[in-house]
């Protein structure tokens, strides 16, 4: 019974137990659910941290892609959260910043709990570049984790808030390095704390030698002994009085011993937290009390200026009437002031111009301060009409004016020129049917023997002559095109001036030449020196080449043929020549041979005929000017000008 009765207290001992067990695990159950609970709660709040926190919080895998992307980070960088997870986050990074990023990343991944911070600029969903600053600590040995977690917030705003700093910063810095007025500033004590660069440049006295020093133990040796006092007076009042102060003049020495009137005005800023003191500006203006001594002189000067200048000034009333003119009004058209006095200009324009001028001026005198412009005839004294270009500036609201000035001059004689130019296109006009006709030719040519090859029943040797015919007048085309492209380049404005060795092209173009040279046997005769030109190297050279080749190929036939070249300096400009002993000119012929599509010697030379008027167009595009000597059977002398380098 005793073993019966001690097994049934073990029995009622563990049965005690498993209830007391059971107590505890309804304990622990109710703790659980409590910390269960509570977890949904913190992750609930978590959550709306999350979705409503300014900063973003992703989780990047060691492979670079995106594992978790806070709610925020679509806001800020435009895209949709399942966009993003998933992809490589440095898909999004700015090429110029991916390299240094991945670096600092990788490097991050190598020890767990590592801080990382980054700063790079992302691809914004809407394709423009934004900046973001990120700080990221290593928890890829986290399971939970497994990744780089990273906080990151779009600075954008703050990185163009922190340039347009910046470069106030530097604008206020440069604006005071490189103004011309100094600036001082003095402590609550009197103690001077800043002086600008401009000190040295107004004063001649370096700014480092006075800082932290009292005022008087400067001013009292540059000041003038007459000015002393005042300046110190005026100094106390500053640093006594907050606010603007009056304006004082005074004479102080520069370091060099001359005398200079300086104005300073000081303003006391005790509470800005950084002045904290009195800030001054010293001006010099020696210069303009001289100017306010020779104001009137000017004055005078500019009446002179006026009354003597080859333009006209006059001056109109609201009316249009003639109130005043200039002496030069009354040389060129002239019309006195009693001529001309109180009518309106209007009664001297051209009747076909009236109406055009009438609604300018109309314009004009709605718009005060308005500048017109225009060209119309104005009918001088002696009856005729002259082209005037004007410029009228209404001025009837200046109280020194109180009318309409109109600036004008005769150009008559430029609308001549310009006449002269439109004759010029028109001869243009028929230079381009000149050449569309020459270059027409070689195009039927080529068409009609290519028909020929079409032809049933062509020999193998027809057939080669007539592609042979082809290429013959391509070529022709080629050259005569090549020519025209030298000849319309020779002429334009644009090339790169510099210093050129004309000896250098002319050896070049020699050496190319070498082939017909040797074999016509021409003695090619150089000057003893040639001077560096400042041209553009280009033309030079079509310069020289068509001079050169001109000469070779007409010495074909010239028994012992020769070639010279030589120059001479003087006064900035070297003249040249190009001399040989062909079958020269004829003397009637020498203007004639530099205009385009003209051959004078045979019928039968080669090209286009515009060698020479290229060579024109290039020399006098530098500035130069060319001519030629020449008689029959006694050779040609080509000249040209050209600037010295």
Known sequence: MSGEAKTRAELEAELYGLRQRIHELERSDRELQRVRKSLEQGAEALSVVLENSHDILVIVRADGTVAYASPSLGRSTGYRIEELLGINGFDLIHPDDVENVSQEFFAGLQTPGRVINLDFRYRHADGSWHSMEAQGINLADNPVVSGMVLTARDISDRKVIEQ????????????????????????REGKLTFISSSFTSVLGYEPGEYIGHDPKEYFTEALHPDDVQRVMDFVADSLRKPGLSETIEFRMLRADGSERTIETRANNLPDDPVIKGVISTMRDITEKKKVQETIAARERYYRSLIRNAADM???????????????????????????????????????????????????????????????????????????????????????FVQGIVVNSRDITERKVIEEMLLISNRELDSFATTVSHDLRTPLSLIEGYAQLMRAEGNTQEENEA?????????????????????????????????????????????????????????????GEEFPTLEVDRFKLRQVFTNLIDNAVKYLVHTARPRIEIGSQADHGTATFLVRDNGPGLDPALKEEIFQPFKRFVTSTSPGLGIGLSTVKRAVEGWGGRIWVESEPEKGATFYFTAPLG
């Open 164 to 187: 347009a700093l910046s470069q106030s910063e530097r604008y206020m810095r440069t604006l005071i390095e490189n103004i011309t007025d100094v600036i001082l500033i003095l402590d």
């Open 313 to 399: 000034v006059t001056v109109l009333d609201e009316n249009l009437a003639f109130r005043w003119g200039s002496p030069s009004a009354a040389r060129i058209t002239g019309y006195g002031p009693q001529d001309a006095y109180g009518k309106r200009i209007l009664d001297f324009l051209h009747p076909d111009d009236r109406d055009s001028a009438q609604q300018d001026y109309d314009v004009l005198l709605a718009n005060p301060g308005m500048i017109i412009t225009g060209e119309r005839r104005f009918q001088h004294k002696d009856g005729l009409y002259h082209w005037h270009e004007a410029i009228s500036t209404n001025l009837l609201h200046d109280p």
């Open 466 to 526: 007539y592609l042979k015919s082809i290429i013959t007048a391509a070529r022709r085309l080629d050259e005569m095109t090549e020519s025209l492209l030298e000849y319309a380049q020779a002429g334009q404005a644009e090339g790169t001036v510099g210093p050129v060795e004309p000896l250098d092209i002319i050896s070049d173009i020699l050496f190319e030449h070498s082939v017909e040279i040797e074999k016509a046997g021409i003695d090619i005769i150089l």
